[in-house]
């Protein structure tokens, strides 16, 4: 049996998309922007793999990441979203 990736026809023309890309770019649709620690949960996954999949999808130029800062100390929220 042969896996099949399931890809919108928007990122066609940019390549191949892996299983786990593919699932992120669809979470981002869904859900609009969210934190690596949110898509963790929400895909069951390692940090890593959803941070390394982020970073490949943002080189492809599918994705962004943007900060925001919710007025207290600290660092601020890292947030990625599908890049329009």
């Known amino acids: 049996m042969v896996n099949k990736v399931i890809t919108n026809t928007d990122f066609n023309s940019k390549g191949y998309l892996t299983p786990i890309q593919s699932n992120l770019i669809n979470k981002l649709r869904n859900n609009g922007p969210t934190t690596r620690k949110d898509l963790v949960k ?9 941070y390394d ?7 492809r130029k599918l994705i962004e990441k943007f900060t925001r ?16």
């Not at 929400?42 to 959803?50: A, M, V």
């Not at 999949?53 to 080189?59: P, R, V, W, Y």
């Not at 207290?72 to 929220?77: A, D, E, K, T, V």
């Open 69 to 84: 800062n919710n007025g207290m100390r600290g660092r601020p929220l890292v947030f990625w979203k599908v890049k329009e």
């Open 53 to 59: 999949n982020l970073l490949k999808l943002q080189k």
């Open 42 to 50: 929400i895909l069951n996954s390692p940090r890593t793999t959803i």
